[in-house]
């Protein structure tokens, strides 16, 4: 495809979108009305939304269309997995210059798209402006399928804390993007396509989950949320989590050491829940750390590392609000 978003039009660009489009059986009307219909036999409609600004969120220069896709609906549909349930449908808002070429458009659709197959869900409609930033707004939507929803707010004393899915991955190659290199490519892809658990989700709250998020902010912020939520204590074992060799070696290549993006590293959409003690749980899954209740009615509720607060840059100053 040729030209540039201005040159194609609003409705030729919405043309050009849809039609790389695929669906689902739980979508009843997909794009082209005012509005989708999809399906949700719970009655209980799951919904999350976030936006993506060019700059920040994303660089052109490190990240092809198709990765901001990707990317972009796998942060949200992390949120729905996190809360149990399975992702259903997407919607995207999109921003962009006249300018720019139309096949960025198309291959952030095509990116989009992808990740929405790899989650089982569809993208149903949305909105095109013109502004003077790409900036890329979703909503995405979820189905409960008769479980409970797994909010932040159920940990209880002695539960376990266990994490399903990369932790400092994204961070990591994040750092080896900053510094003008392109390898080890396995960090970088992680940092341009983060691979959330979805099915992890739901099957989490099947086993009884008793709290759950994705890690999107870092692991000990996420796990604050969780903390506040629930009002409890949450201590976390350094020893538990395992560093790959090339993490280790791209930290001492940068001065950092490794479990501070293991800790404090957001995007890559692993999800942590808590567990009642006896629960067993599938191989998928490592148990970090565990629930301890607050001394008294008035102590904050935080999360500590082997006991002690994580007072490394970046780490506890990162969610002191909760604690």
């Known amino acids: 495809m040729k ?71 796998a942060q949200n549909l992390a949120d729905i997995a996190a809360m149990g349930a399975v992702p259903t449908a997407l919607l995207l808002g999109l921003i962009v210059p006249a300018e720019l070429p139309a096949t960025w458009a198309t291959e952030l659709m095509d990116g989009l798209r992808d990740e929405c197959q790899v989650a089982g869900a569809a993208v149903v409609g949305g909105d095109v402006v013109r502004g003077e930033k790409i900036t890329v707004a979703i909503t995405a939507l979820g189905d409960l399928q008769g479980q409970e929803p797994v909010t932040r707010a159920g940990a209880r004393p002695g539960d376990i804390v266990a994490v399903t899915g990369w932790l400092g991955w994204s961070a990591a190659g994040h750092a080896v993007l900053a510094r003008g290199f392109r390898s080890p490519r396995a960090f970088v892809e992680a940092h341009r396509r983060p691979e959330p658990p979805y099915q992890a989700g739901p099957a989490a709250a099947v086993l009884g989950a008793t709290a759950m998020t994705d890690v999107s902010d870092g692991l000990l912020a996420d796990l604050g949320h969780v903390a506040a939520a629930s009002k409890v204590r949450i201590d976390l074992r350094s020893d538990a989590f395992d560093i790959p060799t090339q993490m280790a070696d791209i930290g001492r290549a940068v001065g950092v050491q490794p479990l501070q993006w293991v800790l404090t590293g957001g995007e890559d959409h692993a999800i ?37 607060p994580w007072a490394s840059a970046g780490g506890w100053d990162h969610f002191g609000a909760e604690g």
């Open 3 to 73: 030209g540039t978003v201005g040159e194609l039009g609003e409705f030729g660009l919405i043309r050009e979108l849809t039609s790389r489009l695929t669906t689902t059986p739980a979508v009843r009307l997909g794009p082209g009305d005012d509005a989708a219909v999809i399906s949700a036999p719970d009655r209980r409609v799951v919904a999350s939304t976030d936006v993506l600004l060019e700059g920040r969120h994303f660089r052109r220069d490190w990240s092809t269309a198709y990765d901001v896709g990707r990317k972009s609906a």
């Open 272 to 308: 942590v829940a808590t567990f009642p003690p006896r629960c067993q749980l599938p191989a998928r899954w490592r148990v970090v750390g565990e629930v301890l209740g607050c001394p008294s009615s008035s102590a904050a509720a935080h999360v500590m590392v082997d006991g002690k």
